[in-house]
């Protein structure tokens, strides 16, 4: 819901006495910057682009202000992905004449002889952003923005306040007020920058509050003073995608028609309605994919629902019941701001199911301190699996790989031809695996299934996987005990990494194997009285597993041989 809460005021000054304005200049100024970049979550090359357009605004941060519209086939979600697009950005794109992305224009002007398409149209490739850039701000303006902004934390009620100042008349007799709402800091996929479903997605155009071309100023003469005032409720979604409050961005642009941006200004939000002092709210921790590995690191999500700046944070977590541990955090959250914690990894022993528990100390709100979640023992099966993988008609763009404990590529394929069927059989000792799948252009494939010499499934996909999708599971029954079996509580591993012995404590009764990457045993040893000394030195250097078995415990630990 968005609502007008004045009509535009337009003043015309006849002395700076008459003028009441508090965030605009009445003094000359260049212009600023308005950088709209064109994108997707399937582009290669969009996050050369978003590069190039922040090095512009970390150069200029008060004078250039960027805009990342998602719009055209590149930005079309696959299934499961996010909706980035906007009831805007596709007339916005349009009228640029871009033929590629990424695109841009700065301050929808047309520079003679960067044009991407035809000559006098506004979009231009990524390498001639800056150049355009210096130029605009190199200009002067005969009108200058300022923008501010508040958001109720109850209500979720955002108040917009633009003023603007003519020292110069415009050529058009009249011209337009632009209000882009963004956000910033929202995860989700990207074909291109190498991080997967974990890119950075910033300066994300969600609304534009004043509509696809602006409200109208109809006096555009100098000494002209504009100010409005927008309030506008903030959803808590924008196409599924969830709004969080602390990484909004208000940008504010007057146009001459609905093209050239003659200046423009930016701001952050500030927020009322915070009623405690001092609030850690604990509001998730991330899932955890199916395990065997016997070690889990934690990440929690905290955000600072109180008014003072979270500084220090003692974090205690433990899983299935056992040991509590205690991580202290250092950092400054400010008000509404959130950030997830990665907590020091713990071992456990596997069980069907697993539950992460994680606290944070008492404040004026302990409702929100407190947070646990379950996640399965990954799936057991045979050491021969065998993998059916079918592409659809663009099988340049599928790959898969299986790796082991220490994400070590044992096999892999792709690219692969159009329409075919790809059989593999994976030998694959007793540890623990993931297999993972990839789509280049992230909208998946064709059929992809993985099942072990008894039948069981593994793994399976109908080829809708977008961006990629793994699995981790087990081979001949290997689940890693940690040292919560009472029987292997004492023991104890070092050094680690080890030069030439490795010593081996408090394993008396126990059953000790020493073994590489590839299962294949380089020691074993029956009935330990108490301590063991294993002779290294012969080894390569790499990566090693020791395995004790005491009864029914048994623990599991990798070593280093350096």
């Avoid at 210096?134 to 109720?152: I, K, M, P």
């Avoid at 009620?157 to 956000?183: C, K, R, W």
């Avoid at 002209?224 to 005032?229: G, H, K, Q, S, Y």
Wanted: hydrophobic share 35%.
């Amino acid at each position: 819901m968005r609502q007008k809460l004045t009509t535009i005021l337009v003043i015309l000054l006849t002395g700076l006495g008459a003028f009441a304005q508090t965030i605009v200049s009445t003094s000359p100024e260049d212009r600023k910057v308005v950088l709209e970049e064109f994108t997707g979550i399937h582009c290669v090359y969009c996050p050369q682009g978003h590069v190039i357009a922040q090095g512009i605004k970390d150069a200029n941060p008060d004078t250039v202000f960027l805009i990342n519209i998602h719009t055209g086939s590149y930005a079309n979600p696959s299934s499961g992905e996010p909706d980035f697009r906007t009831p805007f950005g596709s007339a916005i794109a349009s009228q640029s004449g871009l033929v590629g992305y990424p695109a841009g224009t700065v301050n929808r002007q047309n520079f003679p002889g960067m044009e991407q398409g035809a000559s006098g149209t506004t979009a231009m490739s990524r390498g001639s952003w800056v150049n355009a850039s210096n130029q605009t701000l190199a200009d002067g303006s005969y009108v200058n923005v300022g923008v501010e902004a508040t958001v109720d934390v109850q209500t979720n009620e955002m108040i917009i306040h633009v003023e603007g100042f003519y020292t110069g008349d415009s050529p058009e007799g009249t011209n337009m007020l632009n209000i882009a709402l963004l956000q910033n800091n929202t995860t989700g996929p990207q074909t291109g920058g190498g991080m997967g479903d974990q890119y950075v997605h910033q300066h994300r155009l969600v609304d534009m509050i004043t509509g696809q071309w602006g409200v109208s100023i109809p006096t555009t003469t100098t000494d002209t003073f504009v100010d409005e005032t927008f309030t506008h409720t903030v959803p808590a979604d924008y196409n599924g995608v969830l709004v969080e409050l602390a990484d909004l961005e208000v940008v504010a642009f007057i146009t001459e028609t609905q093209q050239l941006v003659s200046s423009g200004s930016g701001c952050y939000p500030t927020f009322t309605g915070i009623t405690l002092v001092n609030d850690a709210n604990l509001r998730y921790i991330e899932d955890e994919a199916a395990s065997c590995s016997g070690i889990v690191t934690p990440k929690v999500n905290v955000q600072n629902t109180g008014q003072n700046p979270i500084t220090s944070l003692d974090i205690t977590y433990s899983i299935n019941s056992g040991t509590e541990m205690v991580y202290n955090w250092t950092g400054n959250l400010t008000s509404l701001q959130n950030e997830t914690i990665e907590l020091p990894e713990l071992s456990y022993s596997t069980q069907s199911s697993n539950t992460i528990a994680v606290s944070i100390p008492n404040d004026d709100e302990n409702t929100n301190n407190n947070a646990s979640i379950s996640f399965d023992q990954a799936l057991d099966a045979t050491s021969t699996i065998d993998m059916e993988l079918n592409t659809d008609n663009y099988g340049s763009e599928v790959r898969w790989n299986v790796t082991d404990f220490e994400g070590i590529v044992l096999y892999n394929g792709g690219p692969y031809g159009n329409n075919q069927t790809i059989n593999e059989t994976f030998n694959l000792p007793e540890s623990c695996y993931t297999f993972n799948l990839i789509d280049t252009y992230g909208d998946g494939g064709g059929a992809v299934t993985l099942t072990d010499s008894d039948g069981i499934e593994v793994f399976y996909t109908n080829g809708a996987y977008g961006s990629g999708e793994s699995k981790n599971f087990s081979t001949d029954g290997f689940i890693v005990l940690g040292l919560g079996d009472s029987a292997l509580e004492a023991v104890s591993i070092y050094p680690n990494p080890a030069t030439s012995v490795l010593n081996i404590q408090n394993v008396e009764n126990s059953t000790i194997e020493v073994y590489n990457i590839l299962g294949q045993t380089i020691y074993s040893k029956t009935n330990i009285s108490l301590n063991e000394q294993v002779n290294v030195s012969h080894l390569t250097k790499g990566t090693y597993f020791v395995k004790i078995t005491n009864g029914d415990a048994v623990k599991t630990s990798k070593f280093i041989k350096g």
